[in-house]
């Protein structure tokens, strides 16, 4: 016997300006995508919590919980599913109550990308869990995964957006970006996928930045929303990317992989494996065989993935 089932849904996410700085308050724009993650919940008598999980290929892992313990019992993913008892666990924190009813569950995830893309899966799942428990998706994030926040603020919108992260205040506001130029904006996977948290942990360590090139990185990002024409938004782009690889003391992703090719290319969150924006003048088929014989087979055009 079973109830009828709840579902949530969020959206993936890429952050276009303020990759690092978004966490030092830094104004930064980003875009939620098409591509997200639903969660379905469905009571059941059998006082276990069973969690299976999808992506596009097909079953991702399954794991199943005791309750109200939430000590797993069987996986065929342990890491996985203890960082998903992590989450849960740290729901509790903020819900006391959340899941010691005297009933058990039945939850189902689809992801609708490649988990490696950085698209957001944690962030997603962050969001829907928060959605389903009813509690704060910032704090629940705060407990869990860290960082600024920009991706929920993205799971929970459908357009572009600005955000601001000043301490513990939160702002956001719709960015309205539907550049005329859109047609030449692409996205390419360069095919290492990024561990946010270790990029995360590694900057704060490492490197060095002042409130000057935070301010240098908000007013990019205002002038970016406001660009009307390609040369001045590939201007902005490459004005972005030297800024951060002088504070990252890493080479940017265009002289590394694509020093030839006549576009502006910029890093789109943590460095070194995940998404780029390629400003490409070329006719689509031609760009997509280019980078095919880069090695990049993952292309998105602009409209393919954002809302």
Known sequence: MS????????????LLTGEYLVMEGALSLALP?????????????????????????????TTEFSLPSLEVIVTDNIDL?????????????????????????????????NPDYGFGTSSTLISNIANWADVDPYKLLDLTFGGSGYDIACARSSEPILFQR???DIYVSDAKFDP?????????????KQSSS???????????????????????????????????????????????SYILN?????????????????????WGGDFVLITNPEPDSDFRKTMKDKGFGTVFRFDELVL
């Open 33 to 61: 995508i098409n591509k997200g993650q639903s969660l379905t919940v469905t009571q059941t008598v059998n006082k276990l919590l069973r969690w299976k999980a999808n992506k596009p290929e097909g079953l991702w892992f």
């Open 81 to 113: 599913a203890s960082s998903l008892a992590k989450i849960l666990l740290a729901v509790r924190r903020l819900s006391p109550d959340f899941l010691q009813d005297n009933f058990g569950l039945d939850i189902v995830t689809n992801l609708d990308f």
């Open 3 to 14: 109830r009828n089932p709840n579902t949530w849904r969020s959206n993936g996410k890429l």
């Open 180 to 192: 005329d130029f859109k047609e030449n904006l692409y996205f390419v996977y360069l095919g290492k």
């Open 198 to 244: 270790e990029s995360i942990s590694n900057f704060r360590k490492n490197c060095k930045y002042s409130s000057q090139d935070i301010d240098s990185i908000s007013e990019i990002t205002k002038e970016i929303i406001l660009s009307n024409n390609l040369n001045e938004f590939e201007a902005l782009l490459m004005e972005h990317e030297l800024i951060m």
């Open 250 to 270: 890493q080479t940017t992703v265009k002289s590394l992989y694509f020093s030839d090719f006549p576009g502006a290319i910029k890093s789109l969150g943590a």
């Open 166 to 168: 000043l301490t513990h």
